[in-house]
């Protein structure tokens, strides 16, 4: 499948295709703008497969819609074993267990700390994200 200008892939629509540099192994980019106002060099298997749909408004709309705005602020650190969210299981050498709570705010992980049960570091993670839900609230 040829993409050509003109075309729309979700929110992009391709402008014009960029000649490939001679020597470099590289896929295909096309520059896109998005409806949005946005404009940016998107691969073209990105646009095809649908991976890339907009330049990031149509998540944060999605969000906003769900009434989950600030799920594109806040995350939960995802290698969890335990089953809750934000909450890691930490064996210690002496064979201690512990449970750690973590958040990513943005692109910084944030250690809340760690606890004796996994309920209870759920339940710092849920408090702490609460906090910052309310810090966010009000500087929006």
Known sequence: MNTQPGDTFGRWT????QPKIKG????ALVKCSCEAGTYKSVRVG?????ASRSCGCLQKEVARKSGEWWATQLAPVVDNSTGYSGVTE?????GNVAYMARIMVGRK?????????PEAAHRAY???KASRLEELVKSE
């Open 126 to 128: 849920m408090d702490y």
């Open 14 to 17: 391709v402008i014009e295709i």
């Open 24 to 27: 470099e192994p590289r896929t």
């Open 109 to 117: 992980r944030i250690q809340i700390g760690t606890f004796p049960t």
């Open 90 to 94: 930490r064996v210690y050498m002496s």
């Open 46 to 50: 990105s646009l095809q497969r649908g």
